[in-house]
């Protein structure tokens, strides 16, 4: 299988149509769909952002006790969720998660989407792509996932090129070097933005632009959220496959996608840089499946 393969369901769904309209509070959840043995704990990276109050409120409302359960680094929480020491999880997209499948051998599912944010290139030293200079060196996230995604960002940039022009599984090896303008170092996600004033610039994940008080005068260039091709960037709510059912845990995806309070706080939280997105899980679980497929088929 051709290693620039890209889901076809991520190419053939309409981002457009996915784009969620704001409702207001959810329905009142039906008896019996509230936990039974304590609260729904869900593991984030960022508990900080204020719409996360605002969603335990919306769901305490309909009768079900979440605990926010916060994450320093991307690769805690699904082995948290796997082990059972989470009920869900909200801070991956469906491409990390297919990664993380593949790699542990598990079968963590998605229930619902959240939300596609843009992945940017920031930097305190210069102020355009055209001022970073020759040789100079760009920290990127040194997971496959979004340090894939990192890698095309830069490419469309204009800052390096890749073998086979990239894809979500090029790595740092498929940066062409006589024909790139800068160099790329692999660090972890949450020291890319504290890395900056040792690089030119960093691919930075939103989930530490804001705690590291980064703004839009550092950003230089970022991915189009609208890109149809950008469908497998989707964040989602992540649920082990025999808990992908389960009424209580649909329940809060939709108080997640339909509390106005909770929607504008993730725009908020977002700089205004988020797409907002209600994706049928059905279509997230199908474009998962086939992400799995091309990670194996290219192992």
């Known amino acids: 299988?051709?290693?620039?393969?890209?889901?076809?369901?991520?190419?053939?769904?309409?981002?457009?149509l996915l784009v969620s309209g704001c409702a207001g509070s959810a329905d009142t959840a039906a008896s019996g769909d509230t936990a039974a043995d304590g609260p729904v704990r869900i593991g984030v990276v960022g508990a900080g952002d204020p719409y996360w109050?605002?969603?335990?409120?919306?769901?305490a409302d309909e009768g079900i006790e979440v605990e926010i359960v916060d994450f320093t680094s991307y690769d805690q929480p699904n082995p948290a969720l796997s082990a059972g020491e989470l009920d869900l999880n909200q801070f991956q997209h469906v491409i990390?998660?297919?990664?993380?499948?593949?790699?542990?051998?598990?079968?963590?599912?998605?229930?619902?989407?959240?939300?596609?944010?843009?992945?940017?290139?920031?930097s305190t030293q210069y102020d355009s792509v055209a001022d970073i200079p020759e040789g100079g060196t760009i920290a990127i996230p040194n997971d496959e996932s979004n340090g894939a995604r990192a890698l095309l960002v830069l490419q469309s940039a204009g800052l390096i090129e890749l073998e086979d022009g990239g894809s979500i599984f090029s790595t740092p090896a498929d940066v062409i070097e006589e024909s790139s303008k800068v160099k790329?170092?692999?660090?972890?996600?949450?020291?890319?933005?504290?890395s900056l004033p040792d690089f030119a610039g960093a691919i930075v994940n939103n989930d530490f632009v804001s705690k590291s008080g980064l703004t839009e005068d550092e950003?230089?260039?970022?991915?189009?959220?609208?890109?149809?091709?950008?469908?497998?960037?989707?964040?989602?709510?992540a649920a082990k496959?025999?808990?992908?059912?389960n009424p209580t845990y649909l329940k809060l995806v939709e108080i997640y996608q339909s509390?106005?309070?909770?929607?504008?706080?993730?725009?908020?939280?977002?700089?205004?840089?988020?797409?907002?997105?209600?994706?049928?899980?059905?279509?997230?679980?199908?474009s998962l499946t086939e992400v799995e497929d091309d990670i194996r088929a290219n192992q």
């Open 219 to 237: 950003l230089l260039a970022q991915d189009d959220p609208a890109d149809p091709a950008s469908f497998p960037y989707i964040n989602i709510f």
């Open 96 to 122: 990390y998660l297919a990664t993380y499948n593949v790699a542990a051998g598990d079968d963590l599912q998605p229930i619902g989407a959240t939300a596609i944010y843009p992945l940017g290139l920031y």
């Open 1 to 16: 299988m051709s290693k620039r393969f890209l889901s076809a369901a991520a190419l053939a769904l309409p981002l457009a």
């Open 53 to 59: 109050e605002t969603f335990t409120e919306a769901a």
């Open 184 to 194: 790329v170092e692999a660090v972890d996600a949450d020291f890319t933005a504290s």
């Open 259 to 286: 509390t106005q309070g909770v929607q504008d706080g993730v725009l908020e939280a977002s700089g205004g840089t988020a797409v907002l997105v209600q994706t049928p899980a059905a279509d997230l679980v199908t």
């Open 241 to 245: 496959a025999e808990d992908a059912d």
